[in-house]
């Protein structure tokens, strides 16, 4: 398996060295599976002499599965906690950086944009709101960009966010964003194992993400969002993602259900790691 990732990197710049190896495993078994592959070394020529066969293993490496409000709990923690304390913190400048990261197809980002247009109102041409969301796969963020969700991807939206789906998309099966909101977000190609990473940010959401990588990339991770965030800002992890308890000098509970976090003021001591405070 080194030998295949060492090629995938070589030919694509991609490095999944990163991921849990038991994770690697069972996606890799997939598509050697799929494509009658003995090893991995079978796979590995397959991808020299079949290029195209790139996208279904990035599609099996990079599971993006995602919904709009997805976990309603978290959504309505950000919307009755998190944004009112980021805009009154703000108030002066009016200026908020949001970073979402492993946006997948956008329905994160793009719920987040939402809260802040009801939230804000017409106040919100007076506010630059900076929502930048990112993925490692270009094919999700086509898609995102697109804009246009079939009914999967409001699958489990609460009650309470429900009026908003009617007020922001186009009728089903078909739904197409409102422009105004689709504006509000940009796009980029970013791969967390390896690219620098924004800075100055008062929001970052990696949720469902951190759980392809092993110990010592989440922790590096860890650090990174740290020099990222401005004094105050929050970090949202996945359900199912929880800061270890060592992190605990530099990241403060916010609401420990939800999992989200506030940077302890201090600044970190700065890693050797490239991606510390340097911008996208
Ligand atoms: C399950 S989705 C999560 C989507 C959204 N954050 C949510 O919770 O609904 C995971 C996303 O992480 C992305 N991802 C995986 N590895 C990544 C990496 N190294 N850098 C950036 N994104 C990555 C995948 O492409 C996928 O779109």
Known sequence: M??????????????????????????????????DCADYAAYGQLLRREPEEYTQLLNALTINLTHFFRDAST???IEERILPALLHTRAAERRLRIWSAGCATGEEPYSIAILLAER??????HWQLDILATDVEPATLEQARAGTYNDFSFKNVAPRYQPWVERYFTPAPQRQLDHKIRAMVSFQHHDLA???????????????????FDRQQQHRL????????????????GKTEMLPLSWGQHFAAFDMREHIYTRVAHTLQQSPSPIAGRSL
């Open 2 to 35: 080194q030998a295949l990732l060492k090629q995938i990197h070589q030919e694509r710049g991609l490095s999944f060295s990163a991921y849990k190896p038991s994770f690697l495993e069972r996606r890799f078994a997939a598509r050697m599976r799929a494509r």
């Open 75 to 77: 959504f309505q923690a």
């Open 120 to 125: 804000l109102g017409p106040a919100l041409a």
């Open 194 to 212: 390896q690219d620098p990473l924004p800075n100055n940010l008062d929001l970052i959401l990696c949720r469902n993400v951190l759980i392809y």
């Open 222 to 237: 860890y650090q990174a969002f740290h020099s990222a965030l401005l004094p105050e800002g929050f970090l949202i992890l």
